[in-house]
């Protein structure tokens, strides 16, 4: 069974803070791993990554995946409250199956 | 449209009820998830239809639970007798490709969501 595990499970920080969420998993046949971002209700898109040691950025984020460790990090530098959401990993085996984890809890205060 | 649309948003009901949620995916996307969302939690696969067939129902937590798709676009989602246990956010997703199809990302269009609770 596809597993997937992100840490921390929540997390408080300042406004100006650089935060860093982890997403490590176990899926037969790895295809893709996603990163959305949940605010309210439906999760937005965020990156897909799918060859190791490359960077993903789009403004303040970015991330990177990590195929021989089974990870992922996704990073924002210069958090703002806007930031503040759930942060969801999902992983996309050979039949694009995704599984998703259970999501960082991001607070960023002003 | 310009979006995945789903309604209600929310829906109370009293257990042993017959709820019915609705998705209208994005026009022209082939591919359409449920998921379930209990709270704290991630979204957990319930079903994906390609077109009008369900090709992997793998994730209904029961026979309470069916959806049809029966002109390859609007989906429903049903659940019968419902419980206490059944409360939760409903999500649908879409995606222009299908999983196993050429061009597939596996990136998903998530729709606001069908918030039931069930009292």
């Known amino acids: 069974e596809d597993k997937v595990v992100q840490s921390p499970l929540s997390l408080v920080v300042h406004e100006g803070d650089t935060v860093t969420l982890n997403c490590s998993y176990e899926?037969?046949?790895?295809?893709?791993l996603l990163w959305y971002k949940q605010e309210k209700k439906a999760p937005t898109f965020l990156f897909m990554l799918?060859?190791?040691?490359i960077e993903k950025k789009s403004g303040r984020l970015s991330s990177i995946l990590d195929k021989k460790e089974l990870s992922s990090i996704l990073n924002i530098t210069a958090t703002q409250t806007g930031d503040s959401a759930i942060y969801l990993c999902?992983?996309?085996?050979?039949?694009?199956?995704?599984?998703f984890g259970g999501g960082t809890r991001l607070m960023v205060k002003p | 449209g310009a979006g995945v649309s789903q309604t209600p948003s929310n829906k109370v009901t009293e257990k042993g009820k017959y709820v019915e949620l609705r998705c209208d995916p994005i026009?022209?996307?082939?591919?359409l998830y449920w998921y379930r969302q209990s709270l704290g939690q991630g979204p957990e696969f319930l079903i994906y239809?390609?077109?009008?067939?369900?090709?992997?129902d793998s994730g209904l937590p029961n026979d309470r639970f069916f959806a049809v798709r029966p002109e390859g676009s609007v989906s429903t989602l049903k659940i019968q007798r419902t419980e206490r246990g059944d409360s939760a956010v409903y999500l649908c997703?879409?995606?222009?490709?299908?999983?196993?199809?050429?061009?597939?990302?596996?990136?998903?269009?998530f729709g606001e969501g069908s918030r039931l609770t069930v009292l």
């Open positions: 997703a879409s995606s222009l490709y299908g999983r196993a199809q050429a061009g597939s990302t596996g990136e998903l269009f």
């Open positions: 899926v037969t046949n790895f295809r893709s």
């Open positions: 799918t060859s190791s040691g």
């Open positions: 999902a992983v996309g085996n050979a039949g694009n199956m995704l599984t």
């Open positions: 026009s022209g996307h082939t591919a």
């Open positions: 239809f390609q077109g009008t067939g369900a090709a992997d």
